[in-house]
C-alpha cells in the first residue's frame, strides 16, 4: 500500500513538474510576446522613417521650386533691362550707361542668386543661367 511518504514524494514531484511547465510556458510567452513587440515596433519606426522621409522630399521640392521661382523672375526684369539696352531707338539719348548698369546690376543679383540657391538647382541649369547672364552682359557693354 501506499504509504504518506510515497504520496508525499507524489506531490512534490508533480509541484516541481507543474512549476517548470509553468516555467517554461511563461518563458515561451514573454518571447513571442518580446518577438511581436519588437516586430510591430520596427514595423513603425520604419513606417515614421518613410513619413520624415515623404516630408523632407516634399520640403525640399518646395525649397527648390522657390528657388526657381526666384529666378525665373530675376531673369525675366534682367531680360527687360538687357533689351532696353541693347534697343537701337533708345542708344541715342544719353542713358546708354544708365541701362548698362541696371542691366549689370541684375546680371550680378542672378549670379550671386545662382551661387546661393545652387543646392537646390542642378550643374547643368545653373551653368546655363551664368553663361547666359555672362554673355548678355558682355553684349549690353558694346552697347552703352
Not at 521640392?61 to 521661382?69: G, K, N, P, Q, T
Not at 548698362?100 to 542668386?113: A, C, E, Q, R
Amino acid at each position: 500500500m501506499h504509504s504518506t511518504a510515497d504520496f508525499l514524494k507524489l506531490l512534490g514531484l508533480l509541484t516541481t513538474g507543474s512549476l517548470i511547465a509553468l516555467g517554461c510556458v511563461a518563458f515561451l510567452t514573454k518571447h513571442i510576446i518580446q518577438r511581436w513587440i519588437d516586430r510591430t515596433f520596427n514595423v513603425k519606426v520604419k513606417e515614421i522613417d518613410h513619413q520624415r522621409a515623404q516630408v523632407t522630399f516634399s520640403s525640399l521640392h518646395v525649397s527648390r521650386a522657390e528657388a526657381i521661382r526666384l529666378i525665373y523672375h530675376r531673369l525675366l526684369d534682367f531680360k527687360q533691362a538687357a533689351l532696353l539696352c541693347v534697343n537701337k531707338a533708345s542708344l541715342d539719348d544719353g542713358q546708354g550707361g544708365e541701362r548698362f548698369t541696371t542691366t549689370y546690376d541684375l546680371g550680378v543679383d542672378i549670379h550671386n542668386l545662382v551661387e546661393r540657391e545652387f543646392i537646390y538647382l542642378d550643374q547643368e541649369t545653373c551653368d546655363v543661367v551664368l553663361k547666359v547672364v555672362h554673355s548678355t552682359i558682355k553684349c549690353s557693354c558694346r552697347c552703352k
